[in-house]
């Protein structure tokens, strides 16, 4: 019999636009072809999928992998190895490395570095800045452009911090959903003595609420004077969460893992380990977050993957620098929180894979469905392990959750029907390829 199917995964419990059930999925030149009963002699290869819950595959819209500049940290193959490793199909990087990713060369340079070394689907931001604010329309319509990024303060060098009509600007110029890192650079200014030496706990003091709060504010104006979509990247507060619900129309919402997993009583246990902009906040804050989840305002999740290594973080505080891993531990801390009845499952699918398909206009991905890329995250909701620094692939080699024990745990990844992790093992090495998307499709040859 020819088979009628590259690849069947049978008897798994999969989880798509119209519910969780136990159905077959047959797989046809890297696309999905049926879902439903299907008989595992009609494919050219049948996996067994018993007791498994078969995901659209997760897609991490906030990651820095650090290429070009800063490899010690992290590069594409290994922040894309990590990603897979945690059940990760797709990324969207972020533009802070060195250089910067403002110009078409700096972007095709990106592209070009991740050919045949990233395991994972990926696209690629450009940073939005005052140099380059009249050329953004035509940028965020480049092949593997994921869009637009700001950091509204002195972090991302020459961004606007402190002029409205700089922002403005990068706003009119653009079409598609610009993403911005929220945090009120004046503020933050004024109120860094409140950073005392040797004290990271001190970090939400000195980033406060009032901080991102301000921030959000202004973007929520100036995008409405556009008329144009703004995404407020890991959102901390429950101000921000207030504010949020009541303009969806023009944002939408990510939180993170750590925001949602980790409160201010952590700094004594892991100190700098846990500095991340904005900061690891209070219970009020974390409680809040979860709120917003459960809500709707929170559209997103983020793993906002930004390793260093540890010699660099047992520096002091505040000259420590500011980010963790977290592309690789996404799934299985959320997993936890779903075990946990914190949110269920569909709700995770909604946050990894139908919202970022939605919000970035992302084609092809975020759904199992015929005609969809066959990205799939498979996963064993039974399985209980312990979280461990040996089990980190990324160059930074440690994660704040080391010693933790999860329920729930990603056992494949798949990526246009090609299992490139299983069970632990990476098995397709270098073959990611960039994303598409449809407010930026390339006209046919």
């Not at 620098?321 to 799934?331: C, N, R």
């Not at 069970?423 to 040859?445: H, K, S, Y």
Request: aromatic content about 4%; glycine content about 10%; hydrophobic content about 40%.
């Amino acid at each position: 019999m020819v088979a009628r199917f590259d690849t069947v995964f049978h008897s798994g419990t999969v989880v798509n636009h119209d519910g969780v059930a136990r159905r077959d999925i047959g797989i046809r030149n890297g696309r999905i072809a049926a879902l439903g009963t299907i008989d595992p002699a009609h494919a050219g290869e049948a996996i067994d999928c018993t007791g498994l819950t078969i995901l659209p595959g997760v897609i991490d819209t906030q990651v820095h992998f650090r290429e070009p500049g800063l490899e010690h940290k992290e590069d594409l193959e290994s922040g894309s190895r990590a990603a897979v490793m945690g059940g990760v199909t797709c990324v969207f990087e972020l533009p802070n490395t060195e250089p910067q990713t403002t110009t078409a060369a700096a972007l095709n340079d990106k592209l070009a570095r991740a050919r045949g070394r990233m395991h994972c689907d990926h696209a690629f931001f450009i940073g939005g800045t005052v140099e380059n604010a009249d050329r953004l329309g035509g940028l965020e319509r480049l092949p593997g452009c994921a869009g637009v990024n700001v950091v509204i303060g002195a972090a991302n060098g020459s961004v606007p911090a402190e002029d409205d009509s700089r922002i403005a600007e990068i706003l009119r110029g653009i079409s598609r959903r610009a993403t911005f890192h929220a945090e009120y650079e004046p503020r933050l200014a004024a109120r860094k003595g409140l950073a005392e030496a040797g004290r990271p706990e001190t970090h939400p003091l000195w980033r406060d609420e009032t901080a991102a709060l301000q921030a959000t504010e202004r973007l929520l104006r100036l995008a409405r004077a556009a008329g144009k979509r703004i995404h407020i990247l890991h959102v901390t507060t429950a101000e921000e969460i207030a504010l949020l619900a009541e303009h969806k129309d023009v944002a939408s919402v990510e939180v993170t893992p750590h925001h949602l997993s980790l409160t201010a009583l952590a700094y004594r246990r892991l100190g700098t380990r846990i500095q991340i902009n904005p900061p690891i906040r209070d219970d009020r804050h974390n409680v809040a977050l979860w709120h917003g989840i459960a809500n709707g305002v929170v559209d997103i999740l983020g793993s906002d993957h930004a390793p260093h290594t540890l010699d660099e973080k047992a520096e002091a505080y505040p000259g420590s620098p500011s980010g963790m891993p977290g592309v690789q531990t996404l799934v299985p801390i959320m997993l936890d929180h779903v075990h946990s009845a914190h949110m269920t499952i569909e709700r995770f699918v909604d946050m990894t894979s139908h919202g970022p398909a939605r919000l970035f206009q992302i084609a092809g991905k975020g759904r199992i469905a015929a005609g969809f890329d066959a990205d799939l995250t498979v996963i064993d909701r039974n399985l209980s392990r312990m979280i461990t620094d040996d089990w980190i692939v990324s160059k930074a080699g440690w994660t704040p959750y080391a010693g933790l024990t999860v329920f729930g745990w990603p056992v494949g990844t798949v990526v246009r029907g090609r299992r490139v992790m299983w069970e632990g093992e990476v098995l397709a090495a270098g073959t990611g390829r960039p994303v598409r998307f449809l407010e930026a499709l390339e006209p046919a040859p």
